[in-house]
């Protein structure tokens, strides 16, 4: 039998690295997962799918033992899934934990606890295996394509935070799942509309296509590393002590051209206006659970009432089976080309509240929000744009 005895802190970090590999199941990653103990007391974890394929994961976490004991008649390596290994760890109060290991089995106890808590094992695998999966990621980082990396700094001011409103936006319609990283601009578009905000600093001297998911991982890293083929994304948690190596699953990076992008903005005839971002969204909020929440409402219609120029208000309004809500929205109009009154359009408000962070900054934050009444279809007339000048969005102008 082997014996070895983790401290509690050490059991808090796997509990980290067990969270962290939670946030990436939308690869493949095997249940079971590699415990190795290399003899110098050292616990090897590694999470781990199948290696090299699009969707595979491979995770790993290096615990410091308090103590070992190695009877070398009992295997080295054990599987079994983490949570049954931290479900039994945390039922233990004392300071350091016990293992007792056999070949088919792992108890767990404390110093101070006479309850003991065992679990069955999966099989073991054999030695080439395990030598397999422990240098894979290592492996992988002395290839030529790591030497010419592309390195994405996410340290900056609010990139970590926009990456992950913008990732929230992309599950409102879930038809893209990609988000553009390049010297100067993160990018997005999907069946909401087009989205590019301004960075202020540079992440990356390369455009790279993170995927929306990969943002869960951002809390403890400054630093995302992508292969010269982009094939493997790399993360170092340094703080946590954990390394992760995958393979994003497939997807199709979609936007549309400058020229498409242009042709699809308001231009010449048009309607310009300058609004209180901070009115903007309380006015959208009194629509908020007066509709079927399992639907709620995900579209709002924006009316230009005849008598736009004396009122300076824009009505919105919404009809549900048992609800409507009429409500109005201040506004300056700084441009008005477009002459044709009573013109309404459906804006996504579901939608337009994930990118709230990036228009109300504070109580004087302004959006500018330009439209037309000429037909979709045509050119200058099938959007409509929201921008400040951090952020620009055109979404599609749906008519009744």
Do not use: C
């Amino acid at each position: 039998m082997t014996k070895f005895t983790i401290t509690q802190d050490q059991i808090e970090r796997l509990q980290k690295f067990s969270e962290y590999i939670g946030k990436l199941n939308f690869l493949s990653i095997n249940d079971k997962k590699l415990f190795y103990l290399s003899g110098n007391k050292k616990l090897e974890i590694f999470a781990y799918g199948e290696e090299g394929s699009a969707g595979s994961v491979q995770g790993e976490i290096i615990l410091d033992l308090f103590d070992e004991i190695i009877d070398k008649s009992t295997t080295s390596n054990f599987n079994i899934t983490l949570d049954d290994f931290l479900i039994a760890a945390n039922k233990i109060k004392d300071k350091e934990i016990l293992f007792n290991l056999t070949n088919d089995s792992l108890t767990v106890t404390g110093p101070n606890t006479k309850s003991k808590f065992t679990r069955k094992l999966f099989s073991h695998k054999d030695q080439a295996e395990v030598t397999e999966i422990r240098d894979f990621i290592e492996t992988q980082l002395k290839l030529p394509e790591f030497s010419n990396a592309s390195k994405i700094d996410i340290d900056i001011t609010n990139i970590k935070e926009n990456l992950a409103h913008l990732a929230s936006l992309t599950k409102v319609y879930n038809m893209g799942k990609l988000i553009e990283i390049s010297e100067t601009n993160l990018k997005f578009a999907d069946n909401f509309g087009i989205v590019s905000q301004t960075l202020t600093a540079k992440p990356t001297t390369n455009t790279v296509h993170l995927h929306r998911d990969l943002t869960g991982l951002f809390k403890h890293i400054n630093i995302i590393t992508l292969s010269s083929d982009k094939k493997f994304w790399f993360f170092d948690l340094k703080g946590l002590g954990i390394r992760i190596l995958l393979v994003a699953p497939t997807e199709s990076w979609m936007y549309p051209s400058d020229s498409e992008v242009d042709s699809f903005s308001p231009k010449n005839t048009l309607i310009k206006l300058e609004i209180n971002a901070r009115k903007f969204y309380q006015v959208l909020s009194d629509f908020d659970s007066m509709f079927n929440t399992d639907w709620e409402y995900s579209q709002v219609t924006m009316k230009t009432p005849v008598d736009f120029d004396v009122l300076k208000e824009l009505e919105l309004n919404w009809i549900g089976t048992l609800s409507e809500v009429n409500t109005f929205l201040p506004v300056t109009i700084l441009e008005r080309t477009d002459i044709n009154s009573n013109f309404d359009f459906i804006v996504p408000t579901k939608a337009l509240k994930e990118i709230r962070p990036f228009f109300e900054k504070d109580e004087n934050s302004v959006i500018y929000l330009e439209y037309s009444s000429i037909p979709v279809g045509q050119s200058h007339g099938g959007g409509v744009k929201l921008y400040n000048n951090e952020i620009e969005v055109i979404i599609p102008k749906m008519t009744l």
